[in-house]
């Protein structure tokens, strides 16, 4: 089907002739000259087989052809435009990937994204969210922020944050936590028993319900079912934010933490993900 279509060009000088009805004007605006104007008006007559203009002195006119096309190119042209901006954003905004676990990012920073966007309006932040760090190939990343312990190889690993983790409940729920539905959390098995142990009290044998994040967690006790344990950091985010949900212990401190993870040998950063990076690390040092 391509082979039949006319030139782009033609097309884009057609598109602006028909609507300043001038080929020195459209000329001006495309950054061409008259002559090119009509260079790529004839050639696209030719390849139609029909004249798109009455040409008459100081008088350009669309022929009939000419008004039935113009719709039909405008459109093509529009479309194309809008679909260039929306996969690859206008030239002058810098793109920066940052990968980061689901749960942090919906919990932790995507709150404080609004912050950042009124500081640097002229940079775009792509959120690349994952459950766990390694479940997808390498791709095109600027900045990876991984949970666990920095033993990852063939990386740097820059500690970002220590952590601790508190049992949560529905905010209005009175009832011990022995006596609410656990909440098991898929990859964090060992959060009831590290708690159980450092508080003294009985893990339970069995969970009601299990889900893949914290972030399902939290929103399942937000609507009043269950107990989780899970980062205390995300719970006094989901506080702070009016969730209805409350600590139901005293925070645990365990040996999960938060990481700035580069790969060895890769180059310097560019300018705007230096200062993404910096947000960040600002963030979970605050």
């Known amino acids: 089907m391509s082979t039949s279509l006319p030139n782009l060009t033609w097309l884009r000088t057609f598109e602006a002739a028909a609507r300043l009805r001038n080929f020195t004007a459209a000329g001006e605006e495309l950054g061409l000259t008259q002559a090119a104007v009509s260079l790529h008006i004839k050639s ?34 529009d479309d194309l435009s809008l679909s ?22 919906v919990l932790w920073l995507a709150p404080k994204l609004p912050e950042f966007h009124a500081a640097h309006p002229g940079l775009e932040l792509r959120l690349v969210s994952t459950i766990w760090a390694d479940s997808l190939e390498d791709e095109d990343v600027d900045i990876d922020i991984r949970s666990g312990h920095g033993d990852w190889p063939g990386v740097r690993a820059e500690k970002l944050s220590t952590e601790a983790i508190v049992p949560v409940c529905p905010a209005g729920e009175d009832a011990p936590v022995s006596e609410q539905t656990p909440l098991h959390i898929l990859g964090q098995e060992d959060n009831w028993a590290r708690y159980g142990e450092a508080q003294g009290v009985a893990v339970p044998d069995r969970f009601g319900i299990s889900v893949d994040t914290s972030a399902a967690a939290l929103e399942m006790i937000a609507a009043g079912q269950g107990v989780a344990v899970v980062l205390a950091r995300y719970v006094r985010a989901a506080v702070e934010a009016g969730r209805p949900v409350r600590c139901a212990g005293p925070e645990v401190p365990v040996r999960l933490a938060h990481y700035l993870v580069e790969r060895d040998g890769r180059a310097p950063p560019r300018a705007e993900v230096a200062t993404v990076r910096d947000w960040v690390k600002g963030v979970f040092a605050g």
Do not use: D, I
């Open 44 to 77: 696209l007559e030719a390849k139609l087989g029909c004249a798109l203009f009455l040409r008459q002195p100081r008088n350009l006119q669309l022929s009939e052809m000419g008004k039935a096309y113009l719709p039909h190119v405008r459109r093509a042209l």
């Open 84 to 105: 260039t901006l929306g996969l690859f954003g206008p030239e002058m905004v810098r793109a920066v990937t940052l990968r980061v676990p689901v749960s942090t990012a």
